[in-house]
T-cell receptor, first 112, second 112 residues
Framework: DVKVTQSSRYLVKRTGEKVFLECVQD?????MFWYRQDPGLGLRLIYF???????EKGDIPEGYSVSREKKERFSLILESASTNQTSMYLC???????????FGNGTRLTVT | QQQVKQSPQSLIVQKGGISIINCAYE??????FPWYQQFPGKGPALLIA?????SEKKEGRFTISFNKSAKQFSLHIMDSQPGDSATYFC???????????FGSGTQLTVLP
């Protein structure tokens, strides 16, 4: 079974703080993704990566950045957290064509 | 721009009934249409998926119906059970890395 581990289940941060969300996968997959999930809006893609040190913007990249220094780890960075970034953040990975997307259990971030 | 529209937002069904969730997409280049199931506290998990070269796919009690000309697809859950109570997301995929665009989600409640 593919295991996607997100380091924190819940996080509470203050406005303006720099926030790191970590994700680790154990399947040697090249493709990793960060989504945010909000009620009524579904899952929206923030950033994705097809390889180490490679990143691509998704649909809502503003206010976020990412880092992928090792194949198994993909980090989402909120440079200066704002209240509108309060959300559930989901990391996902896939091996590519004909391989499903596997999600972690999410990090619920609250920015106060 | 919402490329995948999902309805209804919520659905209540009696045990043994049929649950139907509908999705419509805009981008005709999409070539992969999965449905994900999410239980509280968990990340979404792949339920069933279809490619546009077939009109229907069935796995147990779950069926995807696909209408390429109408750019619509739907999930049918036959003999719905209380254990099916979850949030369901349709999605549309493009490219080998499975970059998915998700619908807004449907919260299904199956009454005992």
């Amino acid at each position: 079974d593919v295991k996607v581990t997100q380091s924190s289940r819940y996080l509470v941060k203050r406005t303006g703080e720099k926030v790191f969300l970590e994700c680790v996968q154990d399947m040697d997959h090249e493709n990793m993704f960060w989504y945010r999930q909000d009620p009524g809006l579904g899952l929206r893609l923030i950033y994705f990566s097809y390889d180490v040190k490679m990143k691509e913007k998704g649909d809502i990249p503003e206010g976020y950045s990412v880092s992928r220094e090792k194949k198994e780890r993909f980090s989402l960075i909120l440079e200066s957290a704002s209240t509108n970034q309060t959300s559930m953040y989901l990391c996902a990975t896939t091996g590519g064509n004909n391989s499903p997307l596997h999600f972690g259990n999410g990090t619920r971030l609250t920015v106060t | 721009q919402q490329q995948v529209k999902q309805s209804p937002q919520s659905l209540i069904v009696q045990k043994g009934g049929i649950s139907i969730i509908n999705c419509a997409y805009e981008n005709t280049a999409f070539d992969y249409f999965p449905w994900y199931q999410q239980f509280p506290g968990k990340g979404p998990a792949l339920l069933i998926a279809i490619r546009p070269d077939v009109s229907e796919k069935k796995e147990g009690r779950f069926t995807i119906s696909f209408n390429k000309s109408a750019k619509q697809f739907s999930l049918h859950i036959m003999d719905s059970q209380p254990g099916d109570s979850a949030t369901y997301f349709c999605a549309a995929g493009l490219g080998a890395a499975r970059q998915l665009t998700f619908g807004s989600g449907t919260q299904l409640t199956v009454l005992p």
